[in-house]
């Protein structure tokens, strides 16, 4: 029997215990949480593909909520799943460090914990079995790569001067991706001055508004590093309206539809490729290999490959 539910957190109990177990265990039951599926096409391309891919396997029943970017309603979330003794609990978290008390409830109920995406901080490691999603370090590294590369070839490698839009402070993803282009920047581009950053949230408004401010308080912008392509085009479409993104480079760190678009207009450099739906089979796939007892690494990281406007013949339009 295969189940797909998208459950308010009241009716979760009356709606699972109708349909879980009723196998008598020939099937895992999976339960995921995720973060807040409405803020941008990534999250809602994922549960689109988590879906599927659960509908795709006899032998997994699946309970999929949304807390819908609030830390407390996951946290009860993460109750209600314990409650129900799901076999193995997927966790997209809100905050890497306030959802850690949950994540150690449920270790200690023996139910097998999955971060995907974006992982929790570090303190919390001891509960959970395995992290599945992109290297978010290596990320950040490699966009710091793209933008140096592009520096070089314009000759501008001893003077740009770049500022960086982040993501949400607090989430594991933005934390990471800004340390990786923070730390790889300065080894590959010397001269390069990172000269501030703001967060953008991962909203695509309110990051054109911080490229707004940067671009009255700095005279000479000639890089843009976004934590993904949301912002990303946020702060090219400043950039347009100022008149100002000419010899500007924008780069992200998770290329988007609409970056791939302005790619391929000539407005935006390049980015990192990450689908969503390897994203989300990869981590139904390490929850279950995980319940069958297989040999799963605690970081099961799934590639991210650089893409610019010179190789992005090679790689199909994102779908979110």
Known sequence: MKISTKLALAATTAMFGTAAFGEAHSTYTIGITQNNVGVDSYQTTYEQAFIAAAEANDNVDVVVLDAGGDVARQIAQMEDLIQQEVDAIIIWPTNGEAVIPAVRKASQAEIPVIVTNSNIAEQGFDFVASFSGPDNITQGSRSAEIMCDRFKDLGIESEA??????????????????????????????????????????????????????????????????????MGVGALNAALAAGRAEGITFVGATNFAVGYEAM?????????????????????????????????????????????????????????
């Open 264 to 320: 391929g207009r000539g407005e935006y450099w390049g980015s990192i490729y990450q689908s969503p739906v390897d994203d989300a089979e990869a981590a139904l796939q390490t929850a279950i290999d995980v319940l069958d007892g297989e040999d799963v690494p605690f970081l099961n990281y799934f590639d991210t490959p650089k893409i610019t406007q010179d190789n992005m013949d090679e790689f199909t339009k994102p779908v979110f």
């Open 161 to 230: 001067q770049v500022v960086q839009i982040s993501g949400q402070p607090g989430y594991t993803t933005a934390i990471e991706r800004a340390q990786g282009f923070e730390e790889r920047l300065p080894e590959v581009c010397p001269d390069v001055t990172l000269v501030e950053t703001q967060p953008g949230d991962w909203n695509r408004e309110k990051s054109q508004q911080v490229m707004e401010a940067f671009l009255v308080k700095y005279d000479d912008i000639d890089g843009v590093y976004s934590g993904d392509d949301n």
